[in-house]
C-alpha cells in the first residue's frame, strides 16, 4: 500500500545517550503562539532523570508534533511545529505554542512548499540544561544549493520553553533535501562528550554536523561526509549504543530507490576520530536481513546493549512474497550485542503472532511507525506501533496503535495492548481515513516513571489532522485520554495533517 501522506522521520535512541549527549530538535523557522508560557516552579523529585523532550527544564517530558504540510500565512505547505508542555498532570494545551519560519527570531520566512519539521530530534546541543528542538525543513531553497535544497535548524530550549533558532546547516545541491522525512538524528558519535547532528544528503551520504554547538550555528567540531558506495536510498535513520563501548552508534534502514525493492538495516560504528563505515546486519542464512520503512533503538530486553525495532508497513518485497509474518506489515526486534546487532536472533511480529490484537490483513500498515519507552515501568522497554490501515468494522483504514512488551527475553506479542477512537474514554469517534496511528511517540509527561502516548492521526476532519495523549499505568496506556487539532492551536486547519510526525 502507497502511504497517502509522506513519511516521517523518526528515529529515537535511548534515553540514557540522549542525556550523555544532551541531542536536541531543530526546527525550520517557528512561532509563539500569543501568549507567554511559564514554566512550572516544581518539577519531579530531585534526581530523577531529566527527559530529553525536556524544553523548559522542569522535569517533564514536552511533546513536539508536525505538520509540513500545513498552511502559514498563505503558504500551502510551508509547514509548522507545535508544542504542548508536560506537568504533574500530563500535557497542558494551554501551555501550547506553535513556530514555523516567520516567528521572531528564526531564520527564514513561510514560503510555499518548504515543509518546516519534515523531520525532528531533541537534544541539549549547547549543554545549558535545557533539551533543544532539531528540525529538518526538507524544501527549504539555500544560496548554496539552489532550488530544494533543504535546511536543519534548531529552536533553542530554556527556563520560559523554546524560543529563537538558529540554521545548523543548509543542502548543497538540488538533490539534497537535508533534513527530509527519516533524515535526522542526533548522538555522541566520536565519545567527545557533545552531541553530534547526523542528517543525510545526496539521499544516501550521511552528513555528520559534529558539536559541540553554541547559539552562532555549525558545530565547532567540523563536519564529515561518510559516503555510500552502493548508491542506496536512506528512509530512517537512528542512533544507539548496538555494541556497549559506551559511543553512539548511527542505524538506518535502507533500499535501492523502488518502492518494492528489498529493504536492508545497516549501521555505522561510532568511533573517537571519524565514523566507521556501515556494516549489514545478517540474517541466519548470511543474506541482509529484510528491513523496512522506520526504525527506532532502544534496550528493549535491559541488557546493556541497545537494539533495533524496524516496523515495515509496506506489504510483499519481491523477496519474501511467501513469508507469513509480513503481511499486513510487521515488527522486527534485533538485539545489540557486544560484536554489535545480531540478525540471526532477530524476532518478527505481525497481527498473526500470538497475543498481538487484530488479525494480519493486506493494507494494515502494521509497523508505520516505532517509538521505544517504558509504558509500566517495569525497566523493559516497549515497543508502540501505529496500524493506520487498520479497518474496525465496515469503517476502513480508520487506524489503530499496538503497544508490545519488552521483557528479559526480548520483544514479545504476550499482553500487548491496542488503542483505537473506539476505545473507552477515547475522545472522538474512528472514520473513514481517519488514519490514527500514522506517527506515535511515548515521553514520560508527568514524571511518574512511565513513558505516555501520543498518537497522529492526519486524516481526521478530513485531512486536518488532530493528535491524541494519554497517561500510561501499569496495566494500560490509554488512561486520561485527551485530544488537540487546530482549534487548540490557533493555526489553518485545512490539509494541513497535522500529527503526521513526532520527535524520533
Given amino acids: 500500500m502507497t502511504a497517502p501522506f509522506p513519511r516521517r522521520r ?12 544532551g541531542v536536541a530538535l531543530v526546527v525550520a523557522g517557528a512561532l509563539a503562539v500569543p501568549g507567554a508560557y511559564a514554566a512550572p516552579a516544581e ?24 505538520a509540513p504540510q500545513a498552511t502559514v500565512a498563505g503558504k500551502k505547505g510551508a509547514g509548522y511545529v507545535a508544542v504542548l508542555y508536560g506537568s504533574a498532570n500530563g500535557l497542558r494545551p ?15 520566512s513561510a514560503e510555499t512548499d518548504d515543509e518546516v519539521g519534515s523531520a525532528l530530534t531533541t537534544a541539549d546541543l549547547d549543554r545549558d540544561g535545557y533539551a533543544d528542538l532539531v528540525v529538518g525543513v526538507a524544501r527549504e531553497d539555500t544560496e548554496d544549493g539552489g532550488e530544494n535544497a533543504g535546511l536543519v535548524e534548531v529552536l533553542w530550549g530554556g527556563p520560559q520553553g523554546l524560543s529563537g533558532g538558529t540554521a545548523l546547516a543548509s543542502g548543497r545541491d538540488a538533490h539534497d533535501a537535508l533534513g527530509a522525512a527519516g533524515h535526522l538524528t542526533v548522538g555522541d558519535v566520536n565519545g567527545d562528550g557533545s552531541p553530534d547532528v547526523v542528517t543525510v544528503e545526496n539521499l544516501h551520504d550521511l ?3 559534529r558539536g559541540p554547538f553554541g547559539r552562532g550555528g555549525a558545530g565547532s567540531g567540523g563536519e564529515q561526509v561518510v559516503k555510500d558506495v552502493y548508491d542506496s536510498r536512506v528512509l530512517d535513520l537512528a ?14 534502514t535502507e533500499n535501492d530507490g523502488d518502492e518494492f525493492d528489498a529493504r536492508r538495516v545497516v549501521y555505522w560504528l561510532g568511533d573517537r576520530t571519524a565514523l566507521n563505515p556501515f556494516t549489514l546486519v545478517h540474517d541466519i542464512d548470511g543474506a541482509g536481513l529484510q528491513g523496512g520503512e522506520n526504525l527506532d533503538v532502544g534496550d528493549v530486553n535491559a541488557d546493556g546493549y541497545d537494539d533495533i525495532v524496524v516496523g515495515r508497513a509496506v506489504d510483499g518485497y519481491d523477496s519474501d512474497l511467501d513469508n507469513p509474518y509480513v503481511k499486513g506489515g510487521r515488527v522486527t526486534w ?22 498481538v490484537p487484530g488479525t494480519a490483513e493486506d493494507d494494515d500498515a502494521f509497523g508505520t511507525d516505532v517509538h521505544l519507552g517504558d509504558v509500566d515501568g517495569d525497566g523493559y522497554q ?11 468494522g465496515s469503517v476502513s483504514a480508520a487506524g489503530a496503535v499496538v503497544v508490545l512488551r519488552g521483557t528479559a527475553k526480548g520483544l514479545t506479542g504476550a499482553g500487548a495492548l491496542t488503542v483505537t477512537q473506539n476505545t473507552a474514554n477515547v475522545p472522538g469517534t474512528a472514520e473513514k481515513d481517519d488514519r490514527f496511528g500514522r506517527a506515535v511517540h511515548l515521553g514520560d509527561t508527568n514524571g511518574d516513571g512511565r513513558a505516555d502516548l501520543a498518537v497522529g492521526a492526519p486524516g481526521e476532519n478530513s485531512g486536518a489532522g488532530s493528535v491524541w495523549y494519554f497517561r500510561s499505568s501499569p496495566t494500560a496506556v490509554a488512561g486520561g485520554a485527551g485530544t488537540f487539532g487546530a ?18
Avoid: C, M, W
Fill in 334 to 355: 534485533i538485539p545489540g550485542t557486544a560484536k554489535g546487532p545480531d540478525g540471526v536472533k532477530a524476532v518478527f511480529l505481525n497481527q498473526d503472532r500470538p497475543g
Fill in 239 to 252: 542512533a544507539g549504543d548496538v555494541n556497549g563501548d559506551g559511543l553512539t552508534d548511527i542505524v538506518a
Fill in 10 to 21: 523518526n528515529l529515537t535512541r535511548p534515553a540514557r545517550i540522549a542525556l550523555a549527549t
Fill in 43 to 66: 518539577g519531579p523529585a530531585a534526581g530523577a532523570a531529566q527527559p530529553r523532550d525536556d524544553f523548559d527544564g522542569d522535569g517533564y517530558a514536552d511533546l513536539a508534533v508536525a
Fill in 94 to 108: 494551554a501551555s501550547r505554542q506553535v513556530f514555523h519560519q516567520n516567528t521572531a527570531g528564526v531564520p527564514g
Fill in 487 to 504: 482549534g487548540t492551536l490557533g493555526t489553518v486547519a485545512a490539509g494541513a495533517h497535522l500529527g503526521i510526525a513526532f520527535t524520533d
Fill in 382 to 392: 516497549d515497543v508502540v506501533t501505529g496500524v493506520p490501515g487498520e479497518d474496525l
Fill in 207 to 209: 552528513r555528520i554536523l
